[in-house]
């Protein structure tokens, strides 16, 4: 989130402050967070209305990292953990302006703002895995670690986030990094052009201006966890004349003016002369800040490169040749003069400000956040040191409290995490057992319930009886039998009768389990059976994309395989192709057999199916937002279904979203059999020409129902059973 204005007070001064660069042969720390969004943001080219086009956005990223690779430049990715206590306002206040956004969202929206879709992080760290690309997530907060490992190594960090002006370290812009690799004009290796900032060039541009200083100016100015009303009174004494008023707003003149007051002092004087400004009662707790924050900046943290790869002995190595020098104030406080407040503020806008009142940091929120940490088991935190485990998870064992990301949804309707409480419920149950398994609650907050873009708490209640199994404990969850596990998961997600679901490929498993559990939720009707069979539809995607390449536009498919697609369709008329497929085989079997040819012809009905109807954008009411809502219930019930699966040490493969899922895809189809009678019908008419694949659709189906058939054949046998019990008691 950074220093309001800083980016902007840089980029005004571009050429003094930035110099072109060419990157290769080096490390490069990434801002996990931050690159994952701008990524999406500038080159991915989705459609973020109908929820994300995952497979787009691998791709992507896919790209991006082989640039960086070819260049032979050695990616570290850090993420994001946990809210930090400090933070939560500033989270739950962006929240409800999110919510506030997806309430009336359409597809002509996206083409001025970006609406992050659900899996983004887990797409993203799945291309990470894929490519070897050594990646870790903090347990807070990521810019202090990035900024000490840059240091370390001696690399830039490459983020698009203000505070790195500030951190000391070697520094590219996200904006100014090319998104390809060039061959280099000296040598014959590749190299990708920036431009790099470095410290130096701030320093000398303000004479007497000391690095040491930089991290007080970025208190001064409001940081992520420091409100800039703390110091109004500071503002109201900083004189602003001699600052340009043609080519700075009220921000970029206060930026000036606090690097040219702070050049003229040393840290502590500056300490005290900002101090002097503030009531004495909270003086103490201010400067603690001061010292909080400075120390954060200015401090490295060796142990953060273990997680990344590096050796114990490097690590080692390091700590003896790093020192890190610990901001103490020396002087007495309460001696200081108290410089009073003055009416006139030169300029300066505080209304914003002043709707809050002057916030300080409570330290012991945060030493209890760490003291719960450190109580988790070993195996939890090596996890989400391992980016294994999702940051929320760290939420709601610290303040019980989810905030739930915002999808596009029809307000009309209920939040789309509600049909996930069931999911919620178990995880949190869990959790709950590494902190006070006496606690039944937790809170989640989202969107009201009637049909409003407001934000509200909701309390879910932690039953325990919706597993028919005892819950381990979190410390002892490992070292729970894999057929246990299995149950707590199976149960959860309702999926009773194993026996027909194994026979899937396993990476389709999870991914089928969490389709069953949004369809039973979910209320039949003839929308329920378009969205349904538009997921079924959707698998087939990936299995062309295995067998012939992937292809999203006609014209790049075209060129590749229309004089094949025409030949085939000769050949085939010529010899009266009339093949003849059992369908007594196993859907891996069916897979294994799909025949390329089938793929290529069936390509074009997918292609037409990517792509957004442009009347989209001049006649919104043509947009369906309800279908887009059941497919938000839908992620939201595979991202907890495959949350859990992870917590439970993965008793089942992990799903592979972007292989499975794509937004603009499934909306086309939904709408499209929307307005058919018979519509497994329909879908046997349009593959009738792709024999082998149209035999893994219909085998799909057959495993489907006959999964269906058992469930409720286990349900009703229940239900006998349990009514003969009540009337043995009765």
């Known amino acids: 989130m950074g220093i309001k204005g800083l980016t902007k007070f840089i980029s005004n001064r571009s050429d003094h402050y930035l110099e072109y660069y060419e990157l290769h042969d080096t490390y490069l720390v990434i801002d996990g967070n931050s690159i994952c969004c701008q990524l999406y943001i500038s080159y991915a080219n989705c459609n973020c209305v109908f929820g994300g086009d995952y497979d787009k956005y691998a791709q992507c990223v896919s790209d991006f990292f082989d640039n960086l690779l070819k260049c032979n430049i050695t990616p570290l990715v850090l993420f994001d953990g946990a809210y930090e206590n400090k933070k939560m306002k500033t989270i739950i206040s962006r929240t409800r302006q999110w919510i506030h956004t997806a309430s009336s969202f359409c597809p002509l929206s996206q083409r001025r703002i970006k609406f992050f879709p659900l899996f983004l992080w887990k797409v993203f760290k799945n291309v990470l895995k894929e490519k070897n690309i050594r990646y870790m997530q903090c347990l807070f907060e990521a810019d202090n670690a990035i900024a000490s490992v840059a240091k370390i190594l001696n690399c830039p960090v490459l983020s698009y986030d203000s505070d790195f002006y500030i951190y000391g370290s070697l520094y590219i812009p996200f904006n100014t990094f090319d998104n390809y690799a060039t061959k280099s004009g000296i040598g014959k290796g590749y190299v990708i052009c920036c431009k790099i900032y470095r410290t130096e060039r701030l320093l000398n541009s303000f004479k007497g201006l000391d690095e040491s200083m930089l991290p007080l100016a970025a208190i001064l100015l409001g940081n992520d966890y420091v409100n800039r009303c703390t110091f109004r009174n500071f503002f109201c004494h900083l004189k602003l004349h001699g600052v340009s008023r043609s080519t700075h707003n009220i921000q970029q003149r206060r930026i000036e003016k606090t690097f040219i007051w702070l050049s003229k002092y040393t840290l502590d004087k500056a300490v005290a002369g900002i101090l002097s400004t503030l009531d004495k009662p909270i003086r103490q707790r201010v400067l603690h800040l001061i010292e909080t924050n400075i120390n954060s900046y200015t401090n490295a943290s060796t142990e953060i490169l273990t997680p990344l790869g590096f050796s114990k002995d490097y690590v080692a190595q390091v700590n003896s040749h790093h020192l890190n020098r610990i901001f103490k104030y020396d002087g007495d406080i309460d001696s200081l003069t ?96 590494a902190v006070n398994d006496e606690v039944r609650h937790m809170s989640y907050m989202t969107r009201d319930e009637n ?58 498993i999870l991914y089928i389990m969490c389709i069953k559990y949004w369809m039973k939720h979910l209320d039949p009707s003839r929308l329920f059976n378009s969205c349904t069979y538009s997921l079924y539809v959707c698998m087939l995607f990936h299995i062309i994309d295995i067998k012939i390449g992937k292809y ?104 592979n979203i972007a292989n499975l899922y794509n937004g603009t895809l499934l909306y086309n189809l939904s709408t499209n059999f929307q307005g058919r009678d018979d519509i497994e019908r329909y879908i046997n008419t349009v593959f009738h020409k792709s024999p082998s694949l149209l035999r893994v659709f219909n085998i799909f189906l057959v495993k489907i129902k006959q999964e269906a058939k058992s469930h409720r054949k286990h349900r009703k046998h229940r239900k006998h059973k349990q009514s003969k019990m009540k009337s043995k008691l009765g």
């Not at 939890?380 to 303040?399: H, K, T, V």
């Not at 005892?470 to 002892?476: D, E, F, G, R, Y």
Request: aromatic share 10%; charged share 25%.
């Open 451 to 508: 049909g409003g873009n407001l934000m509200t708490h909701f309390v879910l209640e932690c039953t325990g009886s919706i597993v028919s199994c005892a819950l381990p404990s979190l410390a002892n969850l490992r070292e729970v039998p894999l057929t246990i596990r299995r149950k707590i998961l199976n149960d959860t997600l309702e999926v009773a009768d194993m026996k027909h679901i194994n026979e899937f490929p396993s990476e389709w």
């Open 552 to 655: 999203r536009d006609l014209h790049d498919f075209q060129c590749k395989y229309s004089k094949r697609l025409q030949a085939i369709e000769e050949k085939r008329k010529a010899n009266g192709y009339k093949p003849n497929y059992s369908m007594n085989v196993s859907i891996t079997k069916a897979l294994n057999g799909v025949n390329p040819d089938d793929c290529i012809l069936a390509t074009p009905f997918f292609i037409s199916h990517f792509k957004m109807d442009t009347k989209l954008y001049s006649n919104p009411k043509k947009f369906n937002k309800f279908i887009v809502h059941k497919f938000a219930e839908f992620q939201n019930c595979l991202k907890f279904g495959m949350n859990l699966n992870t917590l439970l040490g993965e008793p089942y493969p992990p799903t």
């Open 338 to 433: 108290y410089i009073e407040e003055i009416g006139e503020k030169d300029g300066i806008d505080t209304s914003e400000e002043e709707e809050e009142e002057i916030e300080i940091m409570n330290e012991s929120e945060s030493m209890s956040s760490n003291a719960l940490v450190s109580n988790l088991p070993v195996w939890f935190i090596n996890e989400f040191l391992m980016a294994e485990q999702e940051p929320y998870l760290l939420d709601i064992i610290i303040r019980g409290l989810y905030i739930c990301p915002v999808q596009i949804e029809d307000y009309n309707y209920s939040s789309s995490i509600m049909i996930c409480s069931r999911i919620i419920n178990v995880i949190f149950a869990l959790l709950k057992s």
